[in-house]
């Protein structure tokens, strides 16, 4: 199996705060993750690719000061919301990249965190 | 820079019908394309995966086909259920590791 896990499924903080969001593969390895953000009835949006042992590379227009992104084993992966306000709500889905032998390669996703910063 | 388009936006048909959801990508050179299934909150649910050297792939009443030249996918759900109704999502990889880039899903209502 490629079971992806997050944690919480929910959070709802203060604005101000920081919040934390795990992303594990259960049953492989991933070094590489990919953390996505969902607004409502709208399209993933790739913010960042995380690499196991190294840092992370964001995309365009996504504050990497804002979004700290840390790949520390093959397994784990976290984003940290630092100082967030209500504009950071919003629904964080990570991915975990598993090879499959000889060319074949698919992103498993995770069940998503929904966030709420009041 | 990949661009993936997905049309029509949404999509309600009795049930029974067929269902035929439609993918365009603009770079040809794609490594693989993905369909996903995605509840109201919920995270992705992977249908189907199709390799760039594969031109369709099966699952159950789920077909999915690729067309590189064309820069198209198709998803093909026969004799639809209310239970299909999810947005349905595309994505395509540019390479093994490489990030996916998505459609903005097909919303698909199937009605008793």
């Known amino acids: 199996g490629a079971v992806v896990s997050q944690h919480p499924s929910r959070v709802i903080c203060k604005s101000g705060t920081s919040v934390k969001i795990e992303c594990r593969s259960l049953d492989f390895q991933a070094t590489t993750m990919f953390w996505y953000r969902q607004f409502p009835k709208q399209s993933l949006m790739l913010m960042a690719t995380?690499?196991?042992?190294?840092?992370?590379?964001?995309e365009q227009g996504v504050e990497k000061d804002k979004f700290l992104i840390n790949h520390a084993s093959l397994t784990l992966s976290t984003l940290t919301v630092t100082s967030a306000h209500p504009e950071d709500s919003s629904f964080y889905i990570c991915?975990?990249?598993?090879?499959?032998?000889?060319?074949?390669?698919?992103?498993?996703f995770g069940p998503g965190t929904r966030l709420t910063v009041t | 820079k990949q661009e993936v388009t997905q049309i029509p936006a949404a999509l309600s048909v009795p049930e029974g019908e067929n269902l035929v959801l439609n993918c365009s990508f603009t770079d040809s050179a794609i490594y693989n394309l993905q369909w996903f299934r995605q509840d109201p909150g919920k995270g992705l649910t992977s249908l189907l995966l199709i390799q760039s050297s594969q031109r369709e792939q099966t699952s159950g009443r789920l077909n999915a086909s690729l067309d590189k030249s064309s820069g198209r996918s198709t998803l093909y759900i026969a004799a639809s259920q209310p239970g299909d109704s999810a947005t349905y999502l595309c994505a395509g990889g540019k390479a093994a590791g490489n990030k996916l880039t998505f459609g903005g899903g097909t919303r698909v209502l199937v009605k008793p």
């Open positions: 991915s975990a990249g598993k090879a499959a032998g000889g060319l074949s390669y698919e992103q498993y």
């Open positions: 995380s690499n196991e042992g190294s840092k992370a590379t964001y």
